[in-house]
């Protein structure tokens, strides 16, 4: 499967958060072509500040995989991740981070290149960008 393949699943996702009242972002995370995990936000459904789709994928995976390290592994979200979120896939060692809609405010994408950690991530940034934010910015829309 390809980048805009995996981001489609990651947009499924997405919307699921639709239905809880939480902002529209899911994540997937990939390891050798197979689907290790996915989620989407759930701030509000858990009441939890830490409940962003991000992190909850990571879990996920630390747990089917019994490993907190996430070597190799791609993790596909819809909107650039933010500075909790890239601890969490930094301290992970995902390899790779792909995402959809570019957070200017609050996204932390420099971050993943940053020579003062002990780990490094590539970046794709874009893809399916359009849909992406087009969600996010029609859920915040409906809310004003």
């Not at 947009?11 to 989407?40: F, H, W």
């Not at 490993?67 to 650039?80: G, H, Q, S, V």
């Not at 399916?128 to 809310?143: A, G, I, M, R, V």
């Amino acid at each position: 499967m390809k980048d805009e393949d995996y981001m489609k699943i990651a947009l499924n996702e997405a919307k699921k958060s639709l239905n809880c009242g939480d902002v529209p972002i899911g994540a997937v995370i990939v390891l050798d072509n197979q689907i290790v995990s996915r989620a989407y936000n759930k701030k509000e459904k858990n009441n939890s500040v830490i409940s962003h789709a991000e992190i909850l994928a990571i879990i996920k995976a630390n747990k089917k995989l019994k490993n907190y390290r996430l070597d190799n592994a791609t993790i596909y979200t819809t909107k650039e991740p933010c500075l909790m979120c890239m601890g969490a896939i930094l301290s992970s060692r995902i390899k790779k981070i792909v995402y959809g809609a570019k957070d200017k405010r609050f996204g932390t994408e420099k971050l993943a290149q940053n020579n003062n950690f002990n780990h490094k991530c590539e970046i794709t940034s874009g893809v399916l960008e359009k849909e992406c934010s087009e969600l996010l910015s029609e859920f915040f829309k409906n809310l004003r």
